[in-house]
């Protein structure tokens, strides 16, 4: 526990008159999974990995086709649809995914000077598609206040930066009718393998030991975490490099713990590293988005048969985008004309 939330606040309000949500996020951002939560998540992982080499995926599998399934399979006939959505390439997928099955949906962003283009796109691709878009700006709404509610409900900060802004989201949408689904694109990069700490793996796994750390360092220059940057410059083991970027705290229990699990599943590391990621690090993170209102997101992105596929399918360890290649094409195809009129990281090559 870490006190009453009005302690808090007011702890939060003496540094420099920063609104909560502004100290909170600042505090947040580099925060380590500890040890004894990896631990107590072993099992779960173990149970990921075995599930995932038990699939059999189809010769035909198409990516767009299960996910519009997903869809359907958690469509509730006579509830309103509502999609969060960034503009990125998965949650642009996602709507036209809902429009090629005839859903009409209600689309909200949250905005802020970071996404301002890729909201832009979003726009516009709902115009294309007759979605209603709604936006919740940054400078409009007060991120404090589903900050300080989930304080009060569990005695401690959420782990993930974004826990306010999704709850925003969902509140937003609420007021809609309580009778409603809501849709987003969560899970999609872990579930195509396509996160930052897959290009830190895969590059890790390729670098030859002989290489000088300063040439390993400077590979990685682009990724904004230093201690991520330091770690794969110094790295000496395996088992610590998958602590690393998972942000688990590197403790011999838990290198020990790593050990163990690639020695139970040999010639399967990205798969072991993968479902670590999403067993450990998401669980610690992701799931506090959706604490305050459980079982109110549905993500059709998250399936053990895409992180399958995705783990089979033939990629280069310098590039995230090559892992989301089925989504881009199936944007694309659709859609050509919104990459000559807009700027968005969704219609990048």
Same mark, same amino acid.
């Not at 010769?59 to 503009?87: M, R, Y």
């Given at each position: ?9 007011? !702890? ?17 951002? +580099? ?8 631990? @107590? ?9 075995? @599930? ?11 990516? *767009? /086709? +299960? ?28 709507? %036209?995914?809902?429009?090629?099955? /005839? ?37 409009? %709404?007060?991120?404090? %206040? ?41 899970? *999609? ?18 670098? &030859?030991?002989?290489? &000088? ?16 940057? !330091? ?17 688990? *705290? ?6 020990? *713990? ?6 139970? +599943? &040999? ?34 992105? +998250? ?22 290649? &089925? ?20 219609? !990048?090559?």
């Amino acid at each position: 526990m870490v006190g009453s939330s009005e302690s808090l606040f007011r !702890k939060f309000n003496k540094v420099n008159n920063q609104s909560a949500y502004g100290y909170f996020s600042l505090k947040i951002s +580099h925060k380590l999974v500890s040890s004894s939560f990896f631990l @107590e998540a072993i099992d779960s992982i173990e149970r990921k990995i075995s @599930e995932v080499k038990t699939i059999s995926l189809e010769s035909d599998f198409n990516v *767009a /086709e +299960h996910i519009k399934s997903q869809i359907l399979t958690n469509n509730f006939p006579g509830s309103k649809v509502v999609v969060f959505a960034g503009g990125g390439v998965d949650s642009n997928a996602l709507l %036209i995914m809902l429009s090629e099955l /005839e859903i009409t949906c209600l689309v909200f962003s949250y905005v802020n000077a970071n996404n301002k283009s890729e909201v832009d796109t979003l726009i516009e691709l709902c115009g294309c598609l007759g979605f209603e878009h709604r936006a919740l700006r940054s400078d409009s %709404i007060n991120l404090d %206040i589903p900050l300080r509610r989930f304080v009060e409900r569990f005695g401690r900060y959420p782990r993930d930066v974004a826990a306010p802004i999704v709850t925003a989201l969902l509140e937003a949408s609420i007021d809609e009718g309580d009778h409603l689904v809501a849709f987003d694109g969560q899970y *999609a990069d872990t579930m195509m393998c396509a996160n930052p700490q897959n290009r830190l793996y895969l590059l890790g796994n390729n670098l &030859p030991q002989v290489i &000088p750390n300063t040439i390993a360092l400077w590979l990685l220059d682009k990724i904004q975490n230093k201690r991520i940057r !330091k770690a794969m410059g110094l790295i000496s083991s395996r088992e610590v490099m998958y602590l690393t970027l998972c942000d688990i *705290a590197v403790e011999q229990k838990s290198i020990s *713990a790593v050990k163990a699990i690639i020695d139970r +599943h &040999p010639n399967c590391n990205l798969l072991v590293f993968q479902c670590i990621f999403l067993g450990c690090l998401l669980k610690y993170r992701e799931s506090d988005k959706y604490l305050l209102y459980p079982s109110k997101i549905i993500s059709p992105f +998250h399936s053990l048969k895409i992180l399958k596929d995705s783990i089979t399918y033939p990629r280069r360890y310098n590039s995230l985008l090559n892992n989301k290649i &089925p989504l881009r094409k199936y944007v694309r195809k659709r859609f050509p004309g919104l990459t000559l009129s807009v700027k968005s990281q969704s219609f !990048k090559p």
